[in-house]
């Protein structure tokens, strides 16, 4: 064999060698999000945050210890929490869960302390940060960018072994982002709002995808497509490169786009309104898959809701208004700290002089359309279109803590377990005894079991057309965990 032959002998083998070696460091099974709808829940990750809404206080404690009572004992918590006086009544109040065992011998509610005041600290602990997981399962926070004190949380390796925390710029948050095993469902307006940097020393202020689309000639818009496709491929890599994407709105934004058309009204992507077509955490919630393998969604239905309310007599619907605030009162809240009779809430908003419900009759009519045409989309993406009842609030304010307030009647942003046998919701309660067994019984029709949880305390109290999030004020992980050592006493 000649020199020449024996080195490109040689050059192969090395060649190959090496290829070997990467296909064996290669990780198999790459970082993922962690899934919000399948598997069953083993630790439940809340905030004890700024729960003010129009100078009252929800106590963000009874919608939590509600969880603790009725989700399975062998459930943990890890409650997040600041360094003032609130914070302190707050775990106080826990104490008693955390004195309770899990099988592992360790409590059964964690605490993570953090630096930062309970009036500064964001409520909503699916927004703040996405949750990944390796191989090995181990955590990866993902900051998504809120801005609020004090996140990026860089201490949650103090509770969970090897866990570490990352900054990111993932517009609206993990509460806009639906996952199953198999896929992720990315409301609209979290692409685009997506911040798109200044490039060169002479360019223009940071804009975003929504502010360049709502520029655009028809004739630019392939242009941006493009653009917006690189970002979805980025942020699909970044978050769950093993799943199916699917943006519900995105084919009909840009159909418009190419008529001439931008279907918002609002300067900014946060005034565009949680349109169901655009923002998934509202009125969309995910559940078991078929017997076809169609995997079900269900979709908040406004008719439905409105025929509830038709089908009352005036008398009883003002019944109702009257009941609202004793239900407040049970739920705790309190207006600067101080507890708040049913009295006084009727004064403060006026419900039954008001006829809020027959304002949300009316909204609600507005609003079926637009979910109807969402429900169908999802239907020709190969989904099942469960409907469940919904009133969106009447009493709309012009501005953000407006004294014009009232309900979000939402069944949506539910919390669910599907494994094994095993088809649970988690569903809020709001002390409209119709509607909340309205909703309740189409989640049982639909195969489900249904766990009531205090509605009000999930922000169903608001100046807008929609509120309320027992999905979106919990954030979740699905198998066993590692726990700190600091965590296990």
Same mark, same amino acid.
């Given at each position: 064999?000649?020199?020449?032959?024996?080195?490109?002998?040689?050059?192969?083998?090395?060649?190959?060698?090496?290829?070997?070696?990467?296909?064996?460091?290669?990780?198999?099974?790459?970082?993922?999000?962690?899934?919000?709808?399948?598997?069953?829940?083993?630790?439940?990750?809340?905030?004890?945050?700024?729960?003010?809404?129009?100078?009252?206080?929800?106590?963000?404690?009874?919608?939590?210890?509600?969880?603790?009572?009725?989700?399975?004992?062998?459930?943990?918590?890890?409650?997040?929490?600041?360094? !003032?006086?609130?914070?302190?009544?707050?775990?106080?109040?826990?104490?008693?869960?955390?004195?309770?065992?899990?099988? !592992?011998?360790?409590?059964?509610?964690?605490?993570?302390?953090?630096?930062?005041?309970?009036?500064?600290?964001?409520?909503?602990?699916?927004?703040?940060?996405?949750?990944?997981?390796?191989?090995?399962?181990?955590?990866?926070?993902?900051?998504?960018?809120?801005?609020?004190?004090?996140?990026?949380?860089?201490?949650?390796?103090?509770?969970?072994?090897?866990?570490?925390?990352?900054?990111?710029?993932?517009?609206?948050?993990?509460?806009?982002?639906?996952?199953?095993?198999?896929?992720?469902?990315?409301?609209?307006?979290?692409?685009?709002?997506?911040?798109?940097?200044?490039?060169?020393?002479?360019?223009?202020?940071?804009?975003?995808?929504?502010?360049?689309?709502?520029?655009?000639?028809?004739?630019?818009?392939?242009?941006?497509?493009?653009?917006?496709?690189?970002?979805?491929?980025?942020?699909?890599?970044?978050?769950?490169?093993?799943?199916?994407?699917?943006?519900?709105?995105?084919?009909?934004?840009?159909?418009?786009?190419?008529?001439?058309?931008?279907?918002?009204?609002?300067?900014?992507?946060?005034?565009?309104?949680? &349109?169901?077509?655009?923002?998934?955490?509202?009125?969309?919630?995910?559940?078991?898959?078929?017997?076809?393998?169609?995997?079900?969604?269900?979709?908040?239905?406004?008719?439905?809701?409105?025929?509830?309310?038709?089908?009352?007599?005036?008398?009883?619907?003002?019944?109702?208004?009257?009941?609202?605030?004793?239900?407040?009162?049970?739920?705790?809240?309190?207006?600067?700290?101080?507890?708040?009779?049913?009295?006084?809430?009727?004064?403060?908003?006026?419900?039954?002089?008001?006829?809020?419900?027959?304002?949300?009759?009316?909204?609600?009519?507005?609003?079926?359309?637009?979910?109807?045409?969402?429900?169908?989309?999802?239907?020709?993406?190969?989904?099942?279109?469960?409907?469940?009842?919904?009133?969106?609030?009447?009493?709309?304010?012009?501005?953000?803590?407006?004294?014009?307030?009232?309900?979000?009647?939402?069944?949506?942003?539910?919390?669910?377990?599907?494994?094994?046998?095993?088809?649970?919701?988690?569903?809020?309660?709001?002390?409209?005894? &119709?509607?909340?067994?309205?909703?309740?019984?189409?989640?049982?029709?639909?195969?489900?079991?249904?766990?009531?949880?205090?509605?009000?305390?999930?922000?169903?109290?608001?100046?807008? &057309?929609?509120?309320?999030?027992?999905?979106?004020?919990?954030?979740?992980?699905?198998?066993?965990?590692?726990?700190?050592?600091?965590?296990?006493?």
């Amino acid at each position: 064999m000649t020199k020449g032959r024996k080195i490109s002998r040689n050059l192969i083998v090395c060649f190959a060698i090496s290829l070997l070696c990467i296909s064996m460091s290669a990780p198999a099974w790459s970082e993922n999000l962690v899934s919000n709808v399948e598997g069953k829940i083993h630790v439940v990750i809340l905030h004890i945050g700024d729960g003010s809404w129009g100078n009252f206080w929800h106590d963000m404690t009874v919608y939590q210890r509600d969880l603790m009572n009725k989700m399975d004992k062998d459930v943990a918590f890890v409650v997040i929490l600041g360094k !003032d006086e609130k914070a302190k009544e707050a775990k106080a109040v826990f104490e008693p869960y955390a004195a309770v065992k899990l099988p !592992d011998g360790t409590p059964r509610v964690k605490f993570l302390t953090v630096d930062v005041d309970t009036y500064n600290f964001y409520p909503w602990s699916r927004d703040a940060y996405l949750i990944l997981a390796d191989e090995n399962r181990n955590l990866t926070f993902l900051d998504v960018g809120f801005g609020e004190k004090p996140f990026p949380i860089t201490n949650f390796d103090d509770v969970f072994m090897n866990a570490r925390s990352l900054a990111g710029v993932i517009h609206r948050g993990g509460g806009n982002i639906r996952t199953t095993n198999d896929e992720i469902v990315i409301g609209m307006d979290t692409m685009l709002g997506i911040s798109v940097p200044p490039r060169g020393f002479f360019s223009q202020p940071e804009e975003n995808l929504f502010l360049e689309a709502r520029a655009l000639k028809p004739e630019d818009v392939p242009a941006f497509k493009k653009k917006f496709d690189a970002y979805c491929r980025y942020i699909h890599k970044v978050l769950a490169p093993d799943k199916k994407l699917i943006i519900p709105g995105k084919d009909d934004f840009f159909t418009k786009l190419e008529k001439g058309e931008f279907p918002f009204k609002g300067k900014r992507v946060h005034h565009t309104g949680a &349109q169901a077509a655009y923002h998934t955490d509202v009125y969309l919630g995910l559940g078991h898959k078929d017997e076809q393998g169609r995997r079900t969604v269900f979709i908040a239905d406004s008719k439905l809701g409105a025929k509830v309310v038709k089908a009352m007599t005036p008398e009883e619907r003002r019944d109702v208004e009257r009941g609202l605030p004793g239900i407040f009162v049970k739920e705790g809240f309190t207006a600067s700290g101080i507890p708040v009779t049913a009295e006084q809430i009727t004064g403060r908003f006026r419900w039954e002089e008001k006829k809020l419900l027959d304002k949300c009759l009316e909204m609600a009519e507005k609003s079926s359309e637009k979910l109807d045409q969402f429900a169908a989309k999802m239907e020709e993406l190969g989904f099942r279109a469960v409907r469940i009842p919904y009133l969106p609030n009447g009493l709309v304010s012009d501005g953000w803590y407006g004294y014009n307030m009232g309900v979000s009647f939402n069944y949506s942003n539910i919390l669910v377990e599907v494994y094994d046998d095993v088809r649970k919701i988690y569903l809020p309660e709001f002390g409209f005894p &119709q509607l909340d067994h309205a909703a309740a019984q189409a989640y049982r029709d639909a195969g489900y079991e249904v766990v009531v949880i205090d509605g009000f305390v999930t922000h169903g109290l608001t100046g807008m &057309q929609d509120g309320a999030g027992l999905d979106c004020l919990t954030s979740e992980i699905r198998f066993p965990v590692r726990w700190a050592e600091g965590a296990k006493k």
